[in-house]
Nanobody
C-alpha cells in the first residue's frame, strides 16, 4: 500500500527553526492531500498544515506566518518549515497522506499516517 517516513524533528530553543520531511512510498497511483498533524500530551491530535496536489494549502491559525508547507509531487514528499518556534509547539508531529494506490488490478484509496516525530521547543 503506502508507507510514510518522517524525519527532521528534534530539540530546539524558542525562536529557533526546524524542517520536517515526509516521503511516501509504495504502490502509489496518486497522492491527493498531504499534511502534518500534531499531538501534545493530554491533547487531541490537531491539523497543523495541509497541501493538495494542486498546491492549495490549509494552515492552522496558531502557526500561520511561522510554518510553511510545501511538496514535490514527483517525489511524493512533503516538507514543513517551522520558524519562530514556541514552547507550545512541542508535540509529536505526524505526517498524513490521502492516497490512491494499486491493489492488484484495482485502484483503492486510503488515509495513511507516519510513525511520528518529536518536536520539543525549550523556553
Amino acid at each position: 500500500q503506502v508507507q510514510l517516513v518522517e524525519s527532521g524533528g528534534g530539540l530546539v530553543q524558542a525562536g529557533g527553526s526546524l524542517r520536517l520531511s515526509c516521503a511516501a512510498s509504495g504502490s502509489i497511483f496518486s497522492i491527493n492531500a498531504m499534511g502534518w498533524y500534531r499531538q501534545a500530551p493530554g491533547k487531541q491530535r490537531e491539523l497543523v498544515a495541509q497541501i493538495t496536489n494542486g498546491g492549495r494549502t490549509n494552515v492552522a491559525d496558531s502557526v500561520k506566518g511561522r510554518f510553511t508547507i510545501s511538496r514535490d509531487n514527483a517525489k511524493n514528499t512533503v516538507w514543513m518549515q517551522m520558524n519562530s518556534l514556541k514552547p507550545e509547539d512541542t508535540a509529536v508531529y505526524y505526517c498524513n497522506a490521502d492516497a490512491t494506490y494499486y491493489s492488484g488490478s484495482n485502484i483503492r484509496r486510503g488515509g495513511y499516517w507516519g510513525q511520528g516525530t518529536q518536536v520539543t521547543v525549550s523556553s
